[in-house]
């Protein structure tokens, strides 16, 4: 089981970018999944959150408004659609999925994790 996350690089602040989750090995459906960032020196938190049926899902106050999580179950694909990017929320962004169908924000809740894709935002 394999979860691939691309779709990072560089970006100016005020810039987009699209995040990728391709999940390899077995399907996700009905599986909450997640992205996560941990910043240099700092600890993974939570970013966002979406449910098994795709119909819930949940941000952190700081990018609620920018970000937007979803989800393709056919393409066994989670993306993370980032606009209007700050220099603070250059970090690694990391996917995740559990087993149970309702979202968390605690890293611990997942079984299931990405490698990591790098997102630098220069002001």
């Known amino acids: 089981v394999q979860l691939q996350a691309s779709g990072g690089g560089l970006v100016q602040a005020g810039g987009s970018l699209r995040l990728s989750c391709a999940a390899y090995g077995r399907t996700f459906t009905n599986h909450a999944m997640a992205w996560f960032r941990q910043a240099p020196g700092k600890e993974r938190v939570f970013v966002a959150g979406i449910s098994g049926s795709g119909g819930g899902t949940n941000y952190e106050d700081s990018v609620k408004g920018r970000f937007t999580i979803s989800r393709d179950d056919y393409k066994n694909t989670l993306y993370l659609q980032m606009n209007t990017l700050k220099p603070e929320d250059t970090a690694v962004y990391f996917c995740?999925?559990?087993?149970?169908?309702?979202?968390?924000?605690?890293?611990?809740?997942?079984?299931?994790w990405g490698q990591g894709t790098q997102v630098t935002v220069s002001s």
């Open positions: 995740a999925a559990r087993g149970s169908w309702v979202p968390g924000s605690r890293s611990i809740l997942y079984d299931y």
